[in-house]
T-cell receptor, first 112, second 112 residues
Framework: DVKVTQSSRYLVKRTGEKVFLECVQDMDHENMFWYRQDPGLGLRLIYFSYDVKMKEKGDIPEGYSVSREKKERFSLILESASTNQTSMYLC???????????FGPGTRLTVT | QKEVEQNSGPLSVPEGAIASLNCTYS??????FFWYRQYSGKSPELIMFIYSNGDKEDGRFTAQLNKASQYVSLLIRDSQPSDSATYLC????????????FGKGTTLSVSS
């Protein structure tokens, strides 16, 4: 069974803080993704990575950065959190870029 | 801009009826098609995938693909209240640099 885990289910941070969201997958998948999901806006791709140390911008990369030092781990970084980054953050992984993605449980981030 | 369109709903059906969810996509080069179910507050889970024109059945679920018309649909037979969720359509193209494109989802409500 593929498992994608995320470091926190709920997180509350203050404006200006640096925030790290961690994602780990255990199926040796090449591709990993970070999305945010907001009511009425659907899933929006922030960044994805198709190999260690490789990354590509998605649709809304502004205000975010990522790190992939090991194949199984993909981190999303909010350099200076702002209230408009309050959202549900979802990590996913897939064997190939356009094969089905397995999602982690999500992190609901609130920035106050 | 590649797009995947779904009616947001809500689509309301009585228990035992057939629920029909539709999705259209803009990229003619799309080759992989997925349906995810997402319960409120949870992450998306894959329920069906289809790659070839025609129908694919799995239990109460049938995915239908028509590449000429660029639409994919999901039929849920004998709908149950537990099917009440948001259903996301996702489309993949083998074009380099792309990841899956997700629709915003259709909310299904099954009343008992």
């Amino acid at each position: 069974d593929v498992k994608v885990t995320q470091s926190s289910r709920y997180l509350v941070k203050r404006t200006g803080e640096k925030v790290f969201l961690e994602c780990v997958q255990d199926m040796d998948h090449e591709n990993m993704f970070w999305y945010r999901q907001d009511p009425g806006l659907g899933l929006r791709l922030i960044y994805f990575s198709y190999d260690v140390k490789m990354k590509e911008k998605g649709d809304i990369p502004e205000g975010y950065s990522v790190s992939r030092e090991k194949k199984e781990r993909f981190s999303l970084i909010l350099e200076s959190a702002s209230t408009n980054q309050t959202s549900m953050y979802l990590c996913a992984s897939s064997l190939m870029r356009t094969s089905f993605q397995y999602f982690g449980p999500g992190t609901r981030l609130t920035v106050t | 801009q590649k797009e995947v369109e779904q009616n947001s709903g809500p689509l309301s059906v009585p228990e035992g009826a057939i629920a029909s969810l539709n999705c259209t996509y803009s990229d003619r080069g799309s080759q992989s098609f997925f349906w995810y179910r997402q319960y409120s507050g949870k992450s998306p889970e894959l329920i069906m995938f289809i790659y070839s024109n025609g129908d694919k059945e799995d239990g109460r679920f049938t995915a239908q693909l028509n590449k000429a018309s660029q639409y994919v649909s999901l039929l849920i037979r004998d709908s149950q209240p537990s099917d009440s969720a948001t259903y996301l359509c996702a489309v993949g193209s083998d074009q380099a640099g792309t990841a899956l494109i997700f629709g915003k989802g259709t909310t299904l409500s099954v009343s008992s």
